[in-house]
């Protein structure tokens, strides 16, 4: 079974531009949640979705936002970027809606110049 | 908003020397989840604890809920090498949410 997949790996990107990340979760998980992760810290929650809706948000400006589609991939997306936004994005699925393991996906570095 | 504090920040020791991480969370946890993150990779999942008081073993790694959920506890006995990493336990506050807050975390470095 595939694991947790996203893309892409790598992304240098420019302060105020727009980037989407996406994210495709353990086959038969529903949930999906994003994580920023800066160097030399713990993963930052930012958003938690099941069955298509969002069911956590986290402290993050309303420049992040993300959605799941029907095959419960998710995209995570921001915009106006700044410099302080350059962090490894890590998705995370899992099973239940509340509770359970997570299990993380590889992440996206983001770059922002 | 909570918090969940590791201590210490870094811990390095010779191969073969024990090691312990603590966590403590500002609010009482429905559970407590813990996690190793190797240089360069990401987070995997080791653990998670449920009841007050709940003791776990996994080989060399002893894990441990306090009796008031707000704290636990990860010791590794006799470190090796393929130990190294960032240990970062996690908390669920039990809320309506799915929020599942990281701690700090302890990087652990071990000498051959």
């Known amino acids: 079974d595939a694991g947790v997949t996203q893309s892409p790996t790598h992304l240098i990107k420019t302060r105020g531009q727009h980037v989407t990340l996406r994210c495709s979760p353990i086959?038969?998980?529903?949930?999906v949640s994003w994580y920023q992760q800066v160097l030399g810290q713990g993963p930052q929650f930012i958003f938690q979705y099941y069955e298509k809706e969002e069911r956590g948000r986290g402290n993050f400006p309303d420049r992040f936002s993300a959605r799941q589609f029907p095959n419960y991939s998710s995209e995570l997306n921001v915009n106006a970027l700044l410099l302080g936004d350059s962090a490894l994005y890590l998705c995370?699925?899992?099973?239940?809606?509340?509770?359970?393991?997570?299990?993380f996906g590889s992440g996206t570095r983001l770059t922002v110049v | 908003g909570q918090q969940v504090m590791q201590i210490p920040q870094y811990q390095h020791v010779q191969e073969g020397e024990d090691f312990t991480t603590y966590c403590n969370s500002s609010t009482t946890l429905s559970n407590i989840q813990w996690y190793k993150q190797r240089p360069g990779g990401h987070p995997v999942f080791l653990i998670q604890l449920v009841k007050s008081g709940e003791v776990k073993k996994q080989k060399r790694l002893t894990f441990q809920f306090g009796e008031a959920k707000k704290n636990s506890s990860l010791h590794i006995t006799a470190t090796q090498t393929t130990d190294v990493g960032t240990y970062f336990c996690?908390?669920?506050?039990?809320?309506?949410?799915?929020?599942?807050?990281f701690g700090t975390g302890t990087l652990l470095a071990v000498q051959p």
């Open positions: 086959s038969g998980h529903k949930s």
């Open positions: 996690a908390g669920h506050d039990g809320g309506a949410t799915n929020k599942l807050i």
């Open positions: 995370a699925s899992s099973l239940e809606r509340l509770g359970g393991r997570r299990t």
